[in-house]
C-alpha cells in the first residue's frame, strides 16, 4: 500500500501496513513468531526486541499514518510507550514539564522513578498555557500533555502548547489515548511525539495490552536506541491480533462517539444528574477550543449522580453497562476515579482537583442508545 498517497481513515486502519503473503496469497498479514532470523549478508538484522519483526514493522506504519506522522514504534503496554519515551528524551539534569492532570500510571512513574534517575519535574498547576510557562525551567527538555483529561475531560490547548515549546526549543509529547488518531490528530498543531495506550482504542475488545509513540524519523530513531536496551517490544502474535483490532478503529471509534454524544445531550438533562463532563456539550468551557482541535469529540465522558443516589450502589445495579478500571472497549464500562485512579488521594485533595463521591467515568462502546439509557434508568429507579 502506497503510505504517501493521502488515505481515508477507514482505508488506512483496512490496508497500511499489511505484510504481505507472498508464498500463498492470503488475504490477510501472516504472523511471524520467528525470534531469530537470518544474520549473515542482511541489510537488516531482525530480533524481537529491536521492534523490527515483520509484523511489528509493518503496523507500526499503519500507527504512523493514522498520526501524520513519518515513523512510529510498538511497545508492551501503554507504559512502555510513556516510559521509553520519556527515558529517550530525558536525563539526569534535564527537566519534565508535565501536566497536572495525567493518567495516573504516568504519575506514578515519574514520581518513583525519575528520582533514581536524576531527572527533574514540574506538575503544572492548571492546563493553560500561562500554566505551562510558568513550569518551564533553564533545563526543560519535554513538556507532556493529555488532552482531553482523564477523568473529567479537560482540553488543553495543544497549539498554545506548542507555539510556547518551540519558542524555547523545547519537544512536545502527548498522551492522546482517550481522542485515538480517529478524534484528534496533534501533529496538524505541532506536536513532536504523540503517544497511545493501545490496551485502549487500538485494541477495543479489552482482550490486549500494548503501547504505541508516533513521530518524525529522527526521533523515533532516537526512541529505539534506548528500547533497545530497555526491551519493551510486544509479542508478534498480540502484535498480529492488534493489527486485526486496529481494522476496525474507525468504525469502532467513531460508533462510540456518536453514542458518547447522544448520552452526553441525555443525561446532561436527566433529573438524578447533577453535571455531565463532555468536551461535545456547549456547556463544557473548553467546547469552543475542542471543536477547533478534536474531529470528534470521544467516546469518554464523566457525569454526577444527585446526593441521593448513592454511586456505588447504581453501579452494582447496572445489568448491562460492566464495572471496570479500563476502558475504550466495545462494551460499554463505568467506573467511580474516587475509587480507583484518585484513591490514594484524601478527600480533600479529590475535592481539589473537582473529583466527588459522585462521579463516575463512563466509557461508552457500540451499543444501541435505548439499551443504555434503559440499563441506567433501570439501575437509578433500583435504588432510589
Ligand atoms: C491506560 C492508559 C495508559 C497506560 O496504558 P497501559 O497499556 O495500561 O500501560 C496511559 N495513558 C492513558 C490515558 C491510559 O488510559
Not at 88 to 113: P, R
Not at 174 to 180: E, H, K, L, P, V
Request: proline share 3%; net charge neutral.
Amino acid at each position: 500500500m502506497d503510505t504517501n498517497k493521502k488515505l481515508g481513515v477507514n482505508t488506512i486502519c483496512t490496508h497500511v501496513g499489511e505484510v504481505k503473503d507472498k508464498q500463498f496469497k492470503g488475504a490477510v498479514s501472516p504472523m511471524y513468531l520467528s525470534s531469530s532470523y537470518e544474520f549473515l549478508d542482511v541489510d537488516v538484522k531482525r530480533y524481537p526486541r529491536y521492534f523490527n519483526t515483520p509484523n511489528q514493522e509493518f503496523l507500526s506504519k499503519k500507527i504512523a499514518a493514522l498520526e501524520g506522522m513519518e515513523a512510529a514504534m510498538i511497545f508492551g503496554s501503554g507504559m512502555a510507550a510513556i516510559s521509553h519515551m520519556f527515558l529517550a528524551f530525558l536525563q539526569k539534569g534535564d527537566h519534565l514539564v508535565v501536566q497536572n492532570t495525567l493518567y495516573g500510571g504516568t504519575v506514578n512513574f515519574i514520581k518513583e522513578e525519575f528520582p533514581k534517575y536524576g531527572i527533574e519535574y514540574t506538575f503544572t498547576s492548571g492546563y493553560k498555557a500561562k500554566d505551562f510557562e510558568a513550569a518551564i525551567q533553564e533545563n526543560t527538555k519535554l513538556i507532556h500533555i493529555e488532552t482531553p483529561s482523564n477523568p473529567l475531560l479537560t482540553i488543553t490547548d495543544i497549539r498554545d502548547v506548542t507555539e510556547l515549546a518551540k519558542s524555547k526549543d523545547i519537544l512536545t509529547s502527548i498522551d492522546n489515548t482517550f481522542a485515538s488518531p480517529i478524534n484528534q490528530n496533534p501533529k496538524e498543531f505541532g506536536i513532536d511525539l504523540v503517544m497511545h495506550s493501545a490496551t485502549k482504542y487500538f485494541g477495543g475488545h479489552s482482550d490486549i495490552c500494548a503501547g504505541a509513540v508516533a513521530g518524525s524519523e529522527i526521533n523515533i530513531q532516537r526512541i529505539w536506541e534506548v528500547s533497545k536496551n530497555l526491551g519493551g517490544s510486544l509479542s508478534d502474535m498480540t502484535v498480529w491480533m492488534l493489527e486485526r483490532s486496529m481494522k476496525t478503529l474507525g468504525l469502532r471509534v467513531k460508533a462510540q462517539t456518536k453514542n458518547a454524544f447522544k448520552l452526553a445531550k441525555w443525561l446532561n438533562k436527566h433529573n438524578n444528574v447533577s453535571k455531565v463532563y463532555y468536551p461535545g456539550l456547549k456547556s463544557h468551557p473548553e467546547h469552543k477550543l475542542a471543536t477547533t482541535q478534536m474531529k470528534g469529540f470521544g467516546a469518554m465522558l464523566s457525569f454526577e449522580l444527585k446526593p441521593e443516589l448513592d454511586s456505588h450502589k447504581f453501579q452494582k445495579a447496572l445489568k448491562l453497562i460492566k464495572s471496570s478500571m479500563s476502558l475504550a472497549g466495545v462494551e460499554s464500562t463505568m467506573i467511580s476515579p474516587h475509587l480507583t485512579s484518585h484513591a490514594l488521594l484524601t478527600p480533600q485533595e479529590r475535592e481539589a482537583v473537582g473529583i466527588s463521591d459522585q462521579l463516575i467515568r463512563f466509557s461508552v462502546g457500540i451499543e444501541d442508545v435505548a439499551d443504555l439509557k434503559e440499563d441506567i434508568e433501570q439501575a437509578m429507579n433500583d435504588i432510589i
